[in-house]
């Protein structure tokens, strides 16, 4: 059975940073586009980060350019979020999910992703 679950999430002051794990199970996530989305409360689910099947291609949404890095560790069947210089606006619920058709490149849109994780909390707070 297909699963991804998310670790990594915590309580962070301003300026650290974090990294979370998306680590798949029952597949090989090599084959997926992989996404990184966040919800914050009271907000709808929004991109994050995604990287593409394949190729590798990358994107990143416009508010977390030059903080995030998405990569993969195919040899754990993982992708990994560094999260650097945070923000409390980053603060949220942040869910990894796959879209199974494989495109290649990937875009930063929920409704391209049709399986999702449970997901990990991250407080960004003085």
């Known amino acids: 059975q297909f699963q991804l679950v998310e670790s990594g999430g915590g309580l962070v002051q301003p300026g650290g940073s974090l990294r979370l794990s998306c680590a798949g199970s029952?597949?090989?996530?090599?084959?997926?586009?992989i996404g990184w989305f966040r919800q914050a409360p009271g907000k709808e689910r929004e991109g994050v980060s995604c990287?593409?099947?394949?190729?590798?291609?990358?994107d990143y949404a416009d508010s977390v350019k030059d903080r995030f890095i998405i990569s993969r560790d195919n040899a754990k069947n993982t992708v990994f979020l560094q999260m650097s210089s945070l923000k409390p606006e980053d603060t949220g619920v942040y869910f990894c999910?796959?879209?199974?058709?494989?495109?290649?490149?990937?875009?930063?849109?929920?409704?391209?992703?049709?399986?999702w994780g449970q997901g990990t909390q991250v407080t960004v707070s003085s």
């Open positions: 999910a796959a879209d199974l058709t494989g495109k290649d490149p990937c875009l930063i849109l929920p409704d391209d992703f049709g399986f």
């Open positions: 990287v593409s099947a394949i190729s590798g291609t990358t």
């Open positions: 029952g597949s090989t996530l090599y084959y997926y586009a």
